[in-house]
């Protein structure tokens, strides 16, 4: 057993001696087998350490809370718990049970699956703490690590009362007309384009309807802008695209140190950020300077940070946050409802009827756009519900922790640790959705509506209690719009291809289970969203 007396007491200083011997290690051992084995045992010191420190016990039997075993750097951080974490959510759910811990580098996550834990736990979450850096280590901390999303107590307040007016429910209607016109203008040039539907006929879901949402939020924060601003704000969506998915794979850039050496992320980092500072510079000073546009969000957000009410890095990060972060967190909201109504032409076609029945007139339009879902459900906001049921935009969510000690199933969890939720432990696997649980079937909204309360603490979209997401009234309107206008002049189908069908075939509950269908992932980006292409179809075109 090991002597933990001679270990330092804190585990800042533990882990530096742990990546600093590895170091060593790797350039005494380059290319050696040693250096698998001495992972190996890095681990397994480290897997005893950690929970030395950090116990979770039953209050009664003393026993510990399931856990996996933490493997040396990441743990089951990013790569398992995102990129995998589709699979590894049931598997581990299957191995562990209900509730149990794994490691996101070497601090815990505890893991939610039951809706009565999510309450006890969430039921305050504006008095979370929100993990570092969502856990994901150095170039995420520089990153977004100050961001609104990832910050916590009195500076988060401070922050969230200077930036939420634009995206309050009650800004929304403003914005309706704006939305709607620019997506018109958008769907139809992409209908005309060669390569995109229209000619070929064939519309992929995500590349293709990528740019809309992000200039359409671009608009919102920053008014028109003018051609250079909005090509150069196009062009930085690659790099930043590259450095993020360096944050995801993780690795050595988790580290602090890693700012000393050489290393391409790093070099990235600080090149991205530059751009992003400089461009909003020049965003912000249009915005002074056009007619009538000083009412721009964006004039106020700088103006909080002149009042001391944030920094300027808390900003700038808070605006990436808002446009490149939920690019693809949007983007899998809108385009799995394609794919699944593509796939379900019954419920295409009986949502196009309602649409049609809204599309009269303007203020018709507009307020079934703008309807809440509380007051007046709709069959669009039900296809929307079940698309993000069925396909949460990540497996697990922002680890947070209490303020105080939660007791679930009897273990003490110690205020300050992590939790997580497993969104397909919620969303799917949980009977309460019943037998079809797996199916793609929107009227369950409309049917369940009666009971709206019992869901609260059931289903993960934008988060649970208090502290939820900024943009949720505004993502909605944006993929309601698109939808619409989709619906309204194209048939949407599956286009499948030989190897598909072949797949498809071999998966024999797809008939049931539209939570199985073997439709291609995009397993590159750690947002889940579709990989495939949807044949549209003018509705014109279409005999009656
Ligand atoms: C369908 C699209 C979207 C989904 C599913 C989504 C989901 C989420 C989730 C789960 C959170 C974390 C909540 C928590 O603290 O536990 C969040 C936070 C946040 N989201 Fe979204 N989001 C979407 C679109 C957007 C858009 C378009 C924006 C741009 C305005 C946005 C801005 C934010 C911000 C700033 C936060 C941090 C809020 C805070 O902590 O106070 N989101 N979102
Ligand atoms: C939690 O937040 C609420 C409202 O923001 C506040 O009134 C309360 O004192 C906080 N509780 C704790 C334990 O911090
Ligand atoms: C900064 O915070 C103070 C106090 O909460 C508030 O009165 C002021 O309007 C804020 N400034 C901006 C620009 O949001
Ligand atoms: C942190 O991770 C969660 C998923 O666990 C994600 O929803 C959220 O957007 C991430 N935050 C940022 C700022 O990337």
């Given at each position: 057993m090991l002597e933990l007396s001679v270990l330092p007491s804190d585990l800042p200083a533990l882990v530096s001696i742990l990546t600093g011997a590895t170091i060593i290690a790797i350039i005494a051992l380059r290319g050696r087998a040693i250096l698998a084995d001495l992972r190996i045992l890095i681990s397994r010191v480290a897997n005893i350490i950690l929970l030395r420190y950090y116990p979770i016990k039953h209050v009664e039997r003393a026993t510990n809370l399931p856990f996996l075993p933490y493997i040396f750097p990441n743990g089951q951080g990013n790569v398992e718990k995102f990129l995998r974490g589709r699979a590894n959510s049931a598997k581990w759910e299957n191995e562990y049970g209900g509730l149990y811990r794994l490691w996101s580098g070497m601090n815990g996550e505890v893991v939610l699956t039951k809706p009565a834990h999510v309450e006890v736990v969430f039921r305050?979450?504006?008095?979370h703490t929100k993990a570092h850096a969502n856990n994901s280590g150095y170039l995420m901390d520089r990153l977004l690590g100050s961001c609104l999303g990832l910050i916590s107590g009195q500076p988060w307040g401070a922050m969230k009362s200077s930036v939420e007016a634009p995206f309050l429910?009650?800004?929304m209607s403003q914005y309706a007309a704006d939305v709607q016109d620019f997506t018109a203008v958008y769907l139809d040039h992409l209908g005309k384009e060669?390569?995109?539907?229209?000619?070929?006929?064939?519309?992929?879901p995500v590349r293709d309807l990528k740019l809309l949402p992000f200039l359409v939020v671009a608009k919102i924060v920053y008014g028109r802008l003018n051609e250079d601003l909005e090509r150069d704000l196009i062009g930085l969506i690659l790099p930043r695209e590259d450095l993020f998915k360096s944050v995801i794979g993780g690795g050595i850039t988790r580290f602090a140190f890693s700012r000393f050496l050489p290393l391409p992320a790093i070099q990235a980092l600080h090149h991205f950020k530059r751009k992003w500072a400089q461009w909003n510079d020049r965003a912000h000073t249009h915005a002074l300077k056009g007619p009538g546009q000083s009412t721009a969000p964006v004039v106020a957000m700088y103006r909080a940070v002149e009042d001391g009410n944030m920094t300027r890095e808390q900003l700038l990060q808070t605006l990436d946050e808002i446009l490149f972060a939920n690019i693809d967190v949007t983007m899998g909201g809108l385009s799995w409802v394609l794919v699944f109504l593509a796939a379900h032409p019954d419920v295409q076609e009986a949502l196009r009827s309602e649409v049609r029945g809204q599309s009269s007139n303007k203020a018709t339009r507009n307020n079934y756009l703008l309807s809440s879902w509380t007051t007046t459900p709709t069959l669009l906001g039900a296809c929307i519900l079940e698309a993000a049921r069925l396909r949460p935009l990540a497996a697990f969510s922002v680890p947070q922790s209490c303020p105080s000690p939660r007791i679930l199933d009897g273990f003490e969890i110690p205020a300050g640790t992590n939790f997580v939720i497993d969104s397909y432990a919620l969303n799917i696997r949980d009977a309460f959705w019943g037998a079809d649980r797996e199916r793609f079937r929107p009227e369950r909204w409309l049917e369940r509506q009666r009971s709206g309360r019992d869901l609260r603490y059931r289903y993960w979209r934008f988060?649970?209690?208090?502290?939820?997401?900024?943009g949720k009234y505004l993502a909605e309107l944006i993929i309601r719009s698109v939808i619409v206008e989709i619906l309204e002049n194209w048939h949407l189908a599956l286009e499948t291809t030989a190897e598909q069908r072949e797949k498809a075939g071999d998966n024999g509950h797809s008939k049931n289970s539209d939570e199985g269908r073997n439709w291609p992932w995009?397993?590159?980006?750690?947002?889940?969203?579709p990989d495939l292409l949807l044949k549209c179809e003018p509705l014109a075109a279409r005999p009656a």
């Open positions: 305050d979450s504006q008095n429910h009650g800004s060669n390569d995109a539907f229209g000619e070929q006929g064939k519309l992929h988060g649970f209690g208090p502290r939820t997401c900024l995009d397993d590159e980006v750690w947002i889940h969203s």
